[in-house]
């Protein structure tokens, strides 16, 4: 007969690993699909640029120079101050599939209207998008994504990871996104889709105008993809595409600031999603938290009790060893298995971080882009 202490014990640790090896599954069981490069369809690569002359000049070329037969590509300035314009130009006089578009000046600042520009302009049905401060991984990304669209499947999500760099805060800006990226594909995996990243999803024009684009949610500063996905898994299914080749790396922030604004942007989508994806990234959000700093010390509380049979606290052990074994070819797989080792040590960072984000957040929402 277990006691009241040792009941809430297991709900915790049963909430905790649940979410998480149920996810962890769901992504090792993703397939890699064949290769197949037989007469792809044409691509319109678009890319919303505010500010990005220094990253067009470094990351455009990789995109520029895919192993495609058909493609063009659509970068729209978004009313810089930089010289942005004036390097697209360059390009533009160099790659006849470039087409360079710029926001009028009459138009809010918004990465919406610039994205709904360029898909206004794509000349092909199939759209992919990413971000000036962005580079493909490999010179088939385009042909991997390609790869995965199909008549059922008119929206592709794929990883972008953040470059590694010797950087106090890197690790843990690489984590959160490795983190997120197991959440939405494990959750698409498993039949509950809710989110994408704008770095490096695909869809179908018709998919874009059969859920009108962003109108829902133009006011918002960010949802040009994770709101985009949740509104279109009502029209589509959705392809998961995790070929190393298909990523798409951007490049991290360099300080916490920096960082904590962008994650701030970022989580203003959430409250706009469904009710069940609310309820059950909550749910998941606070397992992790009860379970570091409840379930842990409940487990020396318990062993003390129990005159230290370690009965708790072994059965802790085996579940994060087992979760860690589980965890091993995922990280591999998206290219962080330097991560692995600490996974441990930067959830707990992590979850404190949220905690700061989201707190900061209630109080002082921000406003542009």
């Known amino acids: 007969m277990f006691t009241p202490l040792e009941l809430i014990w297991i709900l915790l640790i049963f909430l905790y690993f649940s979410f998480d090896i149920i996810l962890l599954l769901a992504v090792n069981k993703i397939k890699l699909k064949p290769f197949n490069n037989s007469s792809p369809s044409p691509i319109s690569v678009v890319i919303a640029a505010k500010n990005e002359a220094e990253n067009l000049k470094t990351n455009l070329p990789y995109i520029l120079k895919q192993n495609y037969p058909l493609f063009e590509v659509i970068v729209v300035d978004d009313q810089s101050k930089d010289k942005t314009l004036e390097i697209l130009k360059q390009f533009e006089e160099r790659y006849q599939f470039l087409k360079c578009l710029s926001v009028k000046s009459s138009l809010k600042s ?82 509950m889709p809710y989110m994408g990243v704008g770095r490096n999803l695909a869809y179908t024009k018709s998919l874009y105008r059969k859920i009108g684009g962003f109108k829902t949610h133009r006011h918002l500063l960010s949802g040009d993809d994770d709101l985009l996905v949740n509104q279109a898994v009502k029209k589509t299914q959705i392809a998961l595409c995790l070929n190393p080749d298909s990523f798409v790396e951007s490049q991290p922030k360099l300080d916490f600031k920096s960082w904590v604004n962008q994650k701030r942007r970022h989580v203003t989508t959430a409250s706009y999603y469904r009710l069940k994806h609310k309820l059950w990234l909550g749910l998941q959000y606070i397992s992790k938290v009860l379970f570091w700093f409840i379930a842990i010390p409940l487990s020396v509380v318990l062993e003390i009790q129990n005159n230290f049979q370690l009965q708790f606290v072994s059965n802790i052990l085996f579940l994060l060893i087992l979760k860690s074994f589980l965890s091993f070819n995922i990280y591999k797989i998206f290219l962080s298995k330097d991560l692995w080792f600490w996974s441990y040590y930067l959830e707990i960072k992590l979850i404190c971080l949220q905690f700061y984000i989201f707190t900061k957040n209630l109080f002082s929402p921000k406003s542009t882009w």
């Open 110 to 191: 918004s990465k919406k209207n610039a994205l709904d520009l360029g898909i206004h302009h794509a000349k092909y049905e199939h759209l992919v998008f990413t971000d000036a401060d962005c580079k493909p991984i490999s010179e088939n990304w385009l042909m991997h994504l390609q790869n995965h669209f199909s008549p059922q499947h008119e929206l592709v999500l794929g990883f972008s990871p953040y470059r590694k760099l010797p950087n106090p805060i890197n690790p843990i800006i690489r984590f959160e996104t490795l983190l997120t990226a197991i959440n939405y594909f494990g959750f698409s995996k498993i039949g």
